[in-house]
């Protein structure tokens, strides 16, 4: 199944307490994104990645850092995290360019989100 | 800088009436999506919209979009409990890959 997996589903960490979250693409996708979901805020772009080797920044991006040495994984990384950081965060992958049409191949598929917590 | 503005942000509606929800966006896109999302779910994508006047439609959801006005709609029909979700509109910028959210909107819909 063409899907976009993300681990773990629900985390609890404390203020400074590094921590990994996982993200993987069966699709063959270029492109991947990570966001961060807040009440109110809609979902924020946090950081992207156009191919192996290639991130940047999106809006959001202090307090996370990101690494694509594999087209399939783009893990996001908190360093430090502080209570700020407590979000739903979401992974998402496209092929690159314009493409119409419906399925995995065209559009943006999403993770099932990570809730994470700061304390 | 792209800005996608969603109208309103909370909806609460009687099952079988009709209403409007509506995605402002900033700067001349490539193509529109709208996304349906229940509590503590992920994305489910319901429509692309990929030019001038394209109309979609699934079930008792009809999306459009004018990109002259840089505006899209999700217009609901006949309204239903099970259409009670938060539902976002997305655009990207034209020649790009981000993807810039509205802020959602709430729909509740009661019996």
């Known amino acids: 199944e063409a899907q976009v997996t993300q681990n773990p589903r629900y985390l609890i960490t404390v203020t400074g307490k590094k921590l990994t979250v996982t993200c993987s693409q069966n699709m063959n996708h270029e492109y991947m994104s990570w966001y961060r979901q807040d009440p109110g805020l809609g979902l924020r772009q946090i950081y992207y990645s156009m191919n192996v080797e290639v991130t940047d920044k999106g809006d959001v991006p202090e307090g996370y850092k990101v690494s694509r040495k594999e087209k399939r994984n783009f893990p996001l990384i908190l360093e430090s995290p502080s209570p700020n950081q407590t979000s739903l965060y979401f992974c998402?992958?496209?092929?690159?360019?314009?493409?119409?049409?419906?399925?995995?191949?065209?559009?943006?598929?999403f993770g099932s989100g990570t809730r994470l917590t700061v304390v | 800088e792209l800005k996608v503005e969603q109208n309103p942000l909370f909806l609460s509606m009687q099952e079988g009436k009709n209403y409007t929800i509506y995605c402002n966006y900033s700067?001349?896109?490539?193509?529109l999506y709208w996304y349906r999302q229940d509590p503590g779910k992920s994305l489910e994508s319901l429509f692309v919209l990929l030019s001038n006047g394209a109309v979609k439609q699934e079930g008792r959801l009809m999306a459009s979009l004018d990109t002259k006005a840089r505006l899209s709609t999700l217009h609901i029909t006949a309204a239903v409990h099970d259409l009670s979700a938060t539902y976002f509109c997305?655009?990207?910028?034209?020649?790009?890959?981000?993807?810039?959210f509205g802020q959602g909107t709430r729909l509740t819909i009661n019996p």
């Open positions: 700067t001349t896109s490539d193509r």
């Open positions: 997305a655009v990207v910028i034209q020649g790009a890959q981000k993807l810039v």
């Open positions: 998402a992958s496209s092929l690159l360019g314009r493409r119409t049409g419906e399925g995995p191949n065209y559009g943006y598929t």
